[in-house]
C-alpha cells in the first residue's frame, strides 16, 4: 500500500513537470527508447506488412505528405500541392532541399521509380492495391510530380503517408538489388537512419544529419527495442528502460491506471474489433433476421465496461466515429435499452425458428488470447440468457483460424479486427466490398456494391459522403457482421518525453519528440 | 577412438534425415500458411508471392527443393524476415543462445556439485536439509514463474540489473537469464550428486580407504569424486538438452534473441524454413553433444573404454 501511495506521488511530481528543457540526463542523454510489439519483418517498404515495421519506417522515411504530432496532414518531402478541379490530377511541388542520407537530392522521379515497383506483380507488395485508383505518377521535372487518378480519390494525400508510398533510392537498388533494405546499405530520407538491427530485439537509428528538417529533430538516437511479451513491456518500463509501450497488457491494466495514470495515454484509434458471420452456410446464409438478432442480444456497454476495460467504445457502426468527413450512421437500435433489445431479438430467433426446445447450435472461433477467451465467455452467457442459443466456444491458434476463415468451410461465427490504413470511410466500408480479399464474412450485396461505386465517382465531397453512408446504413442492416467495440490505443509514456501527441491513427513519428531531464 | 567417433557420426545420419522428414511433413500440416494475415491478400498477390517461395507445388517437389538446399548448406530464406535467410538468422541467434546455455550450464554444474556433495557429506544434517529443499523448489517451480519474478525484485523494485535485453550493455542483462535458466538445472545435479556421493561412499573400496588411513579429504578427491561424477556426467547431455530448450522461455521472459525465440516466433508465424532450419541445427547439435558426452565417459571411466 505504502509503495502504491510511493508511486502515485511520483506520478503527481512527473505530471507537473513542465515540457520546455532539453537538458541532458546523464548517460540516457538523447537515446528514445520505444517498444515494439514485433519485429519488422522487412524494413523495404513494399514488402513490409505489419504496423510495427510501418512503425520503423515512418522514422526513417518521408513521404510527399505527413502527419503532425496530433495526426493532421502536414507537407513532407512535397512543400506543397495543387488539385484539378475535377479532382483527378494532383501536382505536388516538391522542396529542392530534400536528401537522402548520403547527401542526393530527392527528386520527383524516384517516387515514380518506387511507385512502379510497388505495383509491379513481381514484387508481389502487401499493399499494392493501396494505389488501384491511381492512373500514373508522372515527374514533370526533379522538383513536380504529376498523380493522375482514375476516380477522385479524396483521401490520396493520406495514402501517400503510407511507407509503401515513400521515394526509393533507384542507385542502392541498382547495387544491392531486394537486400537493399539493411544498415548499411538503406538509404534515408527522413529524420533518421538505420545503423542497427538485430533481428528479434533491437532496431537502432541514428539522426539524419543530411535531412532537411533535421535542425527540427530534437533526439540523436531512437531505439526501437522488439519486446513481444506486453508483460516484459510492462517490467521494462517500471524499471526505466522503455520510454514509450507500444501497448499496455490488459490484465495489468487496472493496476497501471491506478499507478501510473499520468503516463497513461488512451486515444480513440481506426479499429474495429468484430464478429463475423460465413454468409456462405447455413445457418447464417441468407438469414439477416437471426444475424440481427444475435447482434441485439450483445450487450455492448457492459463488454466494454467489465470485460475488456481498457477504454474501448461500444460499436453500433462498422465505420468507427472521429474519421475525416464522415457521420458513421449507427444500428437501427442503438438507441434502445438492452432490455428492448433483447425484447426485439427475442421475436427475431423466433421467427427464424428456432425455440426454447429448438435451440440454435453455433461454433464461436476465436484466437487465443485471454481478451479473446473473456469475450467469447461474455457473449456465449449473453446469447444463452437472451435467447436460449447453445454456444461451443472454439479456441484456435490465430494461424489456423485465418485458414478456417478464408476457406469458409467450417466457420460459423469467427473474431476477427479491422485497423485503417488512412483516415477515410473508404478504409473500412471498401472491406465489405464483394471483390475485397479482407471480406471475411464474404458478404455480396449488388446494392452495396454499387452505392461504393458511386460514391466512388463523386468530386464533390458531401455528396460523396452520403453515398457512403447511404452505404454503411444498408450494409449495416443486412448484418455480415457484428461490430463489438471500437479500439483505442494504450501506451504507457515516460515523463520524461515532451511533444506526444494522442491521435486517431495511433502515429507517433519520433522526429515530434524531445526527451528532458527529469527528477 | 577416432573410428568410433566416425562411425558413430555415420550412424546419425539416418537419425537426422528421419528428424527432417518429419518436422517437414509436421510444419506443412499445420493449419495455416505463413502469408495468411486478418488484412488477407488479394489473390493475385498471394499467388505470385507462394510462386516466389515455391509453395505452390507439390510437397514431395517442394521436399526435394529443400533437401537439394540443405545438402549444400542452405537451409533456404526466412518466410517472415523477408530479405534474411534461415543460416543468417541461426548465425545471429545462436551464438547468444550459446553463451547463455554455457553460463548457465557452467553456473548449474559448479554449484550443483558443490552444494551435492556438502548435502551427502553431511547427510541428515540441518545444511543437507536445507540444500536439498532448495533443490526440491528449484525443480517444482517453473522457468516462466522464476523469471519474471527475479525481474520485479532486482530490476524493478531495487534497480540493480536490467529487466531486458535489448540496449543494456555489459555483463549485468546475463545475470537474471542465466540464473533462471540455471536453477532447475543446479537442483537437479544437486540432487543426483548427492545420491551417487551417498552411494559411492558406502562402497568396499572408500572403506578399503578409510581402513588405509588416508585423510577423508583425500578420499573424496581422489577415490570418491570420479565414480560420483558417472551419474552426474551422464545427465550432463540431457541437461545441455534441457538448457537448450529452456532457453526458449527465458527469451520470450528476457526478450533474448536467441534461437529458442526464432523457433517460437517461427512456429507460430509459419515460417516453415526457420522452423525447419532450427530443428536441423538442434538436432544436429545433440547428436554432437551426445557424442561428446560418451566420449568423455570413457576418459573418465576405463571399463567403458575397454567395451
Known sequence: MKLIRIFLFAALLLGVAGCGGADDDGDRANVLHRGLATDPETLDGHKARSTQAADVLRDIGEGLVGYSATGELVPGVAKSWNVSDDGLTYTFHLRSDAKWSNGDVVTADQFVFSVDRLIDPETAAFYAQLLDDVVGFEATDEVTLVVSLERPVPYLLSLLTHPATFPMHPGTFAEYGDDFARPGTLLSNGAYVLTGWIPGSLVTLQRNESYWNNAATAIDEVQHHVITQPMTELARYRAGEIDITGVVPPESFEQVKTELGEQLHMAPRLGAYYYGFNLTKPPFKNNPELRQALSMAIDRELLVEKITGRGEMPAYSWVPPGINNYAPPVLSYAPLSQDERNQIAQTLYKAAGYSEDNPLQLELRYNTSDTHQRTALAIQSMWREALGVETTLVNEEFQVLLANMRDKEITQVFRSSWLGDYNDAHTFLSVMQSDNAANTPAYASEEFDSLMARAAGQVDLDRRRLYLEEAERFMLADHPVIPIYFYVSNHLVSPRVCGWGDNILDYHYSQHLSLKAVE | ?307
Request: hydrophobic share 55%; proline share 6%.
Open chain 2, 1 to 307: 577412438m577416432l573410428r568410433y567417433a566416425l562411425l558413430r557420426l555415420l550412424g546419425a545420419i539416418p537419425t537426422l534425415l528421419l528428424v527432417i522428414i518429419l518436422a517437414f511433413l509436421m510444419v506443412h500440416a499445420a493449419p495455416g500458411g505463413p502469408f495468411d494475415a486478418e488484412r488477407a491478400l488479394p489473390a493475385d498477390v498471394a499467388e505470385k508471392i507462394e510462386a516466389a517461395y515455391h509453395l505452390d507445388e507439390p510437397l514431395p517437389k517442394q521436399f526435394l527443393r529443400y533437401m537439394s538446399g540443405v545438402l549444400k548448406g542452405d537451409l533456404g530464406p526466412s518466410y517472415r524476415y523477408r530479405d534474411r535467410s534461415v543460416s543468417e538468422l541461426i548465425g545471429s541467434g545462436f551464438p547468444v543462445s550459446l553463451k547463455l546455455g554455457l553460463l548457465a550450464f557452467g553456473l548449474a554444474s559448479l554449484l550443483g556439485l558443490s552444494a551435492g556433495t556438502f548435502a551427502a557429506l553431511r547427510q541428515g544434517s540441518m545444511l543437507d536439509r536445507v540444500v536439498m529443499s532448495f533443490a526440491m523448489t528449484g525443480v517444482s517451480v517453473p522457468v516462466f514463474v522464476v523469471g519474471p519474478v527475479l525481474v520485479l525484485v532486482f530490476a524493478v523494485k531495487l534497480h540493480w540489473l536490467p529487466a531486458g535485453w535489448s540496449g543494456a550493455s555489459g555483463p549485468a542483462k546475463y545475470v537474471l537469464p542465466v540464473i533462471t535458466l540455471a536453477l532447475p538445472q543446479i537442483a537437479y545435479i544437486a540432487r543426483l550428486t548427492r545420491a551417487s556421493m551417498i552411494e559411492v561412499l558406502g562402497r568396499d573400496f572408500i572403506r578399503t580407504a578409510r581402513a588405509q588411513g588416508l585423510a577423508t579429504k583425500t578420499i573424496i578427491r581422489i577415490h570418491a569424486l570420479k565414480p560420483t561424477m558417472l551419474p552426474v556426467l551422464s545427465y550432463m547431455g540431457p541437461a545441455i538438452a534441457a538448457i537448450l530448450t529452456g532457453s526458449v522461455v527465458v527469451e520470450e521472459v528476457f526478450g533474448i534473441p536467441g534461437l529458442g525465440q526464432f523457433f517460437v516466433r517461427g512456429a507460430l508465424n509459419r515460417d516453415y524454413t526457420l522452423v525447419l532450419g532450427i530443428v536441423i541445427f538442434y538436432a544436429a547439435l545433440i547428436i554432437v553433444l551426445n557424442l561428446i558426452v560418451d566420449i568423455l565417459y570413457g576418459v573418465i571411466d576405463p571399463r567403458v573404454r575397454q567395451q
